[in-house]
């Protein structure tokens, strides 16, 4: 796990669910336990990935962005465009795309239209580094989800869309 992640290895047990319950009756023991178990499934997942495309030398973050400019019509980004698109600050896409420039992976050419902005295109050696890491990666996903039918596949989206539903719960006053 990530250590920026801070998620009991146990879930509470049932007992210590219930008395929380008992004193603060705002304590729902399913939602905690629920609440507990996807942020445990996601620091487990979010660790794992980062050892999946490490053996890659890539981080999450930038096979985000290679696997961005690979799947965009046209082959091509503004920087601007992919911070906004995966939620980041200019500065953090700015320090990746220095590195993914430095391994030679993306290259960075003046826009068509406005020489003010950059626009980020994979190079040879970046289409060539996803043609080598897709192939396992799509079979990991496949096996990640393997013990769910389709259904179940259908189901878990629906109830995750839920949970982002209920986000704002956490900040709003």
């Known amino acids: 796990m990530s250590a ?24 729902d023991p399913s939602a905690i336990e629920a609440a507990l178990t996807l942020l445990k499934v996601a620091a487990e997942l979010h660790g794992t990935l980062g050892q999946h495309f490490g053996r890659y030398n890539l981080s999450h973050g930038r096979f985000v962005v290679l696997i961005m400019l690979h799947t965009t019509p046209g082959g091509e980004m503004c920087c601007s465009d992919i911070a906004d698109s995966v939620g980041v600050s200019r500065a953090t896409m700015t320090g990746l795309l220095d590195g993914l420039e430095r391994d030679e992976l993306i290259r960075r050419v003046d826009h068509r239209e406005d020489r003010r902005r950059i626009t980020i295109t994979l190079t040879a050696n970046g289409r060539r580094l996803l043609d080598q890491i897709l192939p396992d990666h799509f079979r990991r996903v496949a096996g990640l989800m393997s013990n769910l039918s389709a259904n179940d596949r259908k189901k878990l989206l629906e109830l995750l869309g839920k949970v982002r539903a209920g986000i704002a719960a956490l900040v709003k006053p």
């Open 4 to 27: 920026d992640w801070f998620i009991p290895k146990e879930i509470p047990a049932d007992q210590i669910l219930h008395e929380l319950s008992q004193q603060y009756h705002e304590a």
